[in-house]
């Protein structure tokens, strides 16, 4: 399918710089094929969407989250972390099939899409499940498979799953995978040397959490006298490309640790915040020259997919804590839920440039939150909040146009959601 | 106009919580005339609200805002106090029309309708110009027109604007009126105990900013050797019913004087942290037993005029600063959006209960953000962006039904903001 978006304001890369202007897109065989400039093989029938009064974005990317969780959104909500983790999600999560991960994860991704997201990085623990709702969706989406473990052991059970699911998914190009090792809390040193020894030999990236609580942090530190990110870096993590998420409790000598290894940490400030776990260093972080990404985290601790809501709190909740309005500006935020993902991903797309993969949103500015569009990179974090997106593009192809879904029967999850939910309790 | 709203989920007080279950509600003479059961004298031709897939909830009480600066929207973002204020705001300010004033307002107001907010407080400048918009949109509203002053002068210019302003819209039921002297430091202390006796004597509440900045609160020390709270205190402030908005910088004791002289707290998330200002004192003012109000400020310090989204900042920021969970939990955020700036505005609305003036919004069910519905108080505040309300009721009339606006026309106001936003350089 060609796609040419014509004339609409568009936030493009400029020597470092993100800067809104008038542009013409041209999309084609799952590319931006042109910017302003026709390219010469571009079809005559191209669809036309007229960007009169509508932005033109990179998608989101949502850098951590947890799809199958979406139906457990507004289940487990002010209690404490205990409370929360094993008297209402683990319960839930004991009961869950295989088929509720598939069709939470659709819910989710029904969200994600109608506010502007085109990639997320999903830890999941039913095998096959996002990667089907992937596929009919039409996101794009790295996937992990949660392990948990304590032996240096290549048999494990969790990993050849997630082994297995990579096989699986070879076939469809928005697939890409990583290895999960859970957080240090749930993987012994052993455990996590293996996986980070299995996934060098593999090639592959790796997501994980890293010192997201207090609890965790004291804990190590009593058992093992280090850091979470200290224990990641001594099991060999960092020798592979890596994901972690949260480290809100980052000491500087970690930052620094991030900083050496290039690892890209994503921030996740709804759920941090949620369950009474505080700030991340973000500004220290980025000052350091990490690469700082952004993420909902799943639905039971956030507990909106919306990536939107995200970007209007990491812009907002460092110029409280460091008491400084300049402290992570709306360009530094756009950033993080755009390229910083994508580079952190390892993808080509989080840009509006020639040649980068077609994953675009769509904004009316037509709509109060966006009026006036004195500046569009404010809006995206300090007035809107989703619903101005109004068609959306993944590898060239249109998922949503006009706020009507093109991939996914809406009606029908809602309808298993709900049975769901019946058989569930909640 | 009659209205029943048929077999909707709608959130009831009851025993003093605030509980969802299913209801009809009858809506007459501008009021709540019965709940589940049909008022004797209801008309048979009573225009019916479906409730399938629909939540039904108060309309929202926006209690500190400044609807004539919509328009400066996203242009001084990122950005140090001073220079915000005196070469972003100020300036523009400067160049303001009343006729702008208007325009703005009704920006404002349609980003407040199509968010759920029936009800806003407003401190403004131009006199009339709130009001007409009013009158035209259908919203309630309590109005006082900024005052700023040095003397005890009881022929002061601005007073003599609000008083006049006053009396004109005397014959709009939706409009009262509060007397706002601006803040400590721009009301001297004679100028701001002049303001006081004449509330007292005309029976008027007062609308102040309180505490707001480090640097307020640090200059009175210096100039006054007190703090802002007991700054009014000591202009007799506090014996007229007192809305204060802000109070970031409320120390113990000045909490202690505001709960013991029943000042309601407006708490205003987005615009505190925006500006570098940090956290307001909230749980500890609720523990105080102050009715604590929400409110969005104004759109060049937020830069919403969406209360979802502030009540997801409050909902959200204080279980980070006091690594609490169970802080500030969706059930008290509900109330500060709701009842409590009823009450503080002194208004019969802020709750679905028959006697009380009919102020509702109601929400779609049947989209991801609602998705379960679990519990619809957790997901006004955790999941909720404000799009997913369908059909607001004001004073008994609907203003806006199936996410169309009857009262306003969209599209003028857009294109009066887009002239008025060239001409002054926005």
Same mark, same amino acid.
């Given at each position: 399918m060609s796609i040419v978006i014509k004339d609409a304001l568009a936030i493009l890369p400029q020597k470092g710089a993100d800067v809104p202007g008038r542009h013409t897109i041209y999309i084609m065989d799952g590319k931006i094929a042109g910017i302003d400039e026709k390219p010469?093989?571009?079809?005559?029938?191209a669809h036309v969407i007229d960007g009169t009064n509508r932005l033109v974005i990179p998608g989101l990317i949502n850098? /951590? =989250? /947890? =799809?199958?969780?979406?139906?457990?959104?507004?289940?487990?909500?002010?209690?404490s972390f205990m409370d929360w983790l094993f008297n209402r999600v683990n319960p839930i999560e004991d009961n869950l099939t295989p088929e509720d991960a598939y069709w939470a994860s659709l819910l989710g991704q029904i969200e994600m899409i109608r506010s502007g997201t085109t990639t997320f990085n999903d830890m999941q623990m039913h095998i096959h499940q996002t990667t089907r709702a992937v596929r009919e969706s039409g996101m794009r989406a790295v996937i992990c498979r949660g392990l948990v473990g304590s032996d240096y052991d290549r048999d494990d059970v969790r990993l050849q799953q997630a082994l297995e699911e990579m096989e699986e998914g070879r076939?469809?190009?928005r697939l890409t995978f990583r290895l999960g090792p859970h957080a240090p809390y749930t993987c012994s040193p052993d455990y996590l040397r293996m996986v980070a020894d299995v996934a060098a030999e593999k090639g592959l990236g790796i997501h994980i959490h890293l010192a997201e609580s207090v609890a965790e942090c004291e804990n190590l530190r009593r058992d093992?006298?280090?850091t979470p990110i200290e224990y990641a870096l001594q099991a060999g993590v960092f020798n592979v490309p890596t994901i972690a998420a949260h480290c809100v409790q980052a000491t500087e000598s970690d930052i620094k640790i991030m900083a050496e290894h290039h690892v890209s940490v994503v921030t996740n400030p709804a759920s941090n915040m949620k369950l009474g776990n505080g700030f991340a260093p973000v500004p220290e972080m980025m000052a350091a020259g990490i690469n700082v990404c952004l993420g909902t985290d799943g639905a039971a601790s956030n507990n909106a997919q919306n990536m939107f809501r995200e970007m209007g709190f990491l812009a907002m909740i460092h110029k409280g804590t460091h008491a400084t309005p300049q402290c992570v500006g709306a360009a530094e935020v756009f950033r993080a839920a755009t390229i910083n993902g994508a580079n952190a991903l390892g993808l080509n797309t989080g840009a509006i440039e020639t040649g980068r993969l077609a994953d675009l949103a769509i904004l009316r500015l037509d709509v109060p939150s966006m009026m006036p569009a004195n500046n569009p990179l404010s809006a995206l974090c300090y007035?809107?909040?989703?619903?101005?997106?109004?068609t959306v593009i993944i590898d060239g192809r249109i998922v949503m146009e006009g706020g009507e879904l093109k991939t996914i029967d809406e009606e029908r999850v809602y309808s298993e959601i709900r049975s769901m939910c019946g058989r569930l309790g909640l």
């Open positions: 010469a093989a571009f079809p005559e029938d850098a /951590h =989250t /947890h =799809t199958y969780m979406s139906m457990m959104r507004n289940c487990a909500d002010d209690l076939e469809c190009s093992q006298g280090c007035s809107a909040n989703g619903s101005e997106v109004d």
